[in-house]
């Protein structure tokens, strides 16, 4: 019977350090290839894509487009109301057209003939001062009738200088009044234009946010606006962004093409960090399109920032502390890494191929 027991037991122990052993799960490094990156999440956005906004608060009484319409630039796309300002555009226009220059010749006509009467009357009447003149020089004739025709030489010389000034004066105030009623027309017409809606762009509406009938203020955007041509909006970590440069491939996916993969480069990084997020805005454009694009989608990046081939590599789960590994036996041995990526690390020194390694129990 205790030879049974004792027999049972060894076998209890045996299969207890066995289970051990199992526990322990030993590998050497591995030659592969090695790409470190940086992670980034993100959107697509149109590029050039803008907000428009209306200059002025009103009820929307037309929408001229839909929504994935292409326009150009200049092109309305929505007009308030501006019935009481149309009356005033209204009484601007005539106000101009009863001022134009042009159709107000008539009154320097009037002017120019006031002059020609001046002239004459000047005339005539320096004919008969100098007559009265020369007769009073003869001594013939009375010295009163003589200052009779000096006095009225005098005013007719007057009457020509106020009749031509009366025309530059007319002049004057019918090229000002004419002017300044175009001027109002004008006016009139810009503010009645803040009423309209235009593109700024040659591109796609990407988002109406507003129905006939609705008011619309300047505080909200009326419509979403973009080009045909998309661009990939990243967020970067500011643990990550010394490490990013212009240029850098980026490999990008998104959930609308499943388990496809899409290649893009770097082309802006912004310097100033959002302060509530601690990352830094980056921009990057796809070497090749996907067949369709919209904005907004979302997107998942990594950006290469180095590659290696044939490097010496361990799991990352089986480094400690970034700097260590452990031998088998338990043996804690430090190691200089170099690259890393989500599942890799690279081992420049330390370790070899041949090193056995036990997975650090957590």
């Given at each position: 019977?205790?030879?049974?027991?004792?027999?049972?037991?060894?076998?209890?122990?045996?299969?207890?350090?066995?289970?051990?052993?199992?526990?322990?799960?030993?590998?050497?490094?591995?030659?592969?290839?090695?790409?470190?990156?940086?992670?980034?999440?993100?959107?697509?956005?149109?590029?050039?894509?803008?907000?428009?906004?209306?200059?002025?608060?009103?009820?929307?009484?037309?929408?001229?487009?839909?929504?994935?319409?292409?326009?150009?630039?200049?092109?309305?796309?929505?007009?308030?109301?501006?019935?009481?300002?149309?009356?005033?555009?209204?009484?601007?226009?005539?106000?101009?057209?009863?001022?134009?220059?042009?159709?107000?010749?008539?009154?320097?006509?009037?002017?120019?003939?006031?002059?020609?009467?001046?002239?004459?009357?000047?005339?005539?009447?320096?004919?008969?001062?100098?007559?009265?003149?020369?007769?009073?020089?003869?001594?013939?004739?009375?010295?009163?009738?003589?200052?009779?025709?000096?006095?009225?030489?005098?005013n007719s010389t007057i009457e020509l200088s106020r009749a031509k000034t009366n025309y530059e004066d007319l002049k004057?105030?019918?090229?000002?009044?004419?002017?300044?009623?175009?001027?109002?027309?004008?006016?009139?017409?810009?503010?009645?234009?803040?009423?309209?809606?235009?593109?700024?762009?040659?591109?796609?509406?990407?988002?109406?946010?507003?129905?006939?009938?609705?008011?619309?203020?300047?505080?909200?955007?009326?419509?979403?606006?973009?080009?045909?041509?998309?661009?990939?909006?990243?967020?970067?970590?500011?643990?990550?962004?010394?490490?990013?440069?212009?240029?850098?491939?980026?490999?990008?996916?998104?959930?609308?093409?499943?388990?496809?993969?899409?290649?893009?480069?770097?082309?802006?990084?912004?310097?100033?960090?959002?302060?509530?997020?601690?990352?830094?805005?980056?921009?990057?454009?796809?070497?090749?399109?996907?067949?369709?694009?919209?904005?907004?989608?979302?997107?998942?990046?990594?950006?290469?920032?180095?590659?290696?081939q044939e490097a010496l590599t361990i799991p990352r789960n089986y480094l400690v502390s970034d700097s260590s590994v452990?031998?088998?036996?338990?043996?804690?041995?430090?190691?200089?890494?170099?690259?890393?990526?989500?599942?890799?690390?690279?081992?420049?020194?330390?370790?070899?191929?041949?090193?056995?390694?036990?997975?650090?129990?957590?």
């Amino acid at each position: 019977m205790n030879h049974k027991v004792l027999f049972l037991f060894s076998v209890l122990i045996s299969m207890m350090i066995t289970s051990c052993t199992d526990k322990i799960e030993l590998i050497t490094p591995e030659v592969k290839n090695i790409t470190e990156s940086v992670y980034a999440s993100g959107f697509i956005k149109s590029k050039n894509q803008y907000e428009a906004f209306g200059k002025t608060n009103g009820i929307v009484k037309k929408i001229y487009v839909t929504e994935g319409a292409v326009v150009k630039k200049g092109d309305p796309i929505f007009q308030l109301d501006n019935s009481n300002l149309k009356l005033s555009t209204e009484n601007a226009r005539l106000a101009s057209a009863s001022a134009d220059y042009k159709k107000n010749t008539n009154k320097l006509l009037d002017a120019k003939k006031a002059i020609e009467l001046a002239k004459k009357n000047l005339i005539n009447d320096s004919i008969q001062y100098q007559r009265q003149k020369n007769i009073w020089n003869q001594n013939i004739g009375s010295k009163v009738e003589f200052e009779r025709k000096e006095l009225i030489y005098q005013n007719s010389t007057i009457e020509l200088s106020r009749a031509k000034t009366n025309y530059e004066d007319l002049k004057r105030q019918l090229k000002l009044a004419s002017d300044q009623s175009k001027n109002n027309l004008e006016i009139a017409l810009l503010m009645e234009d803040d009423f309209v809606v235009k593109s700024e762009i040659d591109g796609v509406v990407y988002q109406i946010n507003n129905e006939e009938g609705e008011l619309s203020n300047t505080q909200e955007p009326v419509v979403i606006l973009g080009t045909k041509e998309f661009i990939i909006e990243l967020s970067i970590d500011e643990l990550d962004i010394v490490k990013v440069k212009k240029g850098q491939r980026v490999i990008i996916r998104m959930d609308s093409y499943e388990s496809q993969v899409f290649e893009g480069e770097i082309t802006t990084i912004y310097p100033m960090m959002n302060s509530r997020t601690r990352s830094f805005k980056a921009e990057a454009i796809f070497i090749k399109n996907p067949n369709e694009l919209y904005p907004n989608l979302t997107v998942e990046a990594n950006i290469i920032i180095n590659t290696k081939q044939e490097a010496l590599t361990i799991p990352r789960n089986y480094l400690v502390s970034d700097s260590s590994v452990i031998l088998e036996g338990g043996k804690l041995q430090k190691v200089e890494v170099g690259l890393m990526d989500y599942d890799l690390v690279e081992i420049k020194s330390g370790i070899d191929k041949t090193t056995l390694l036990e997975l650090p129990q957590k």
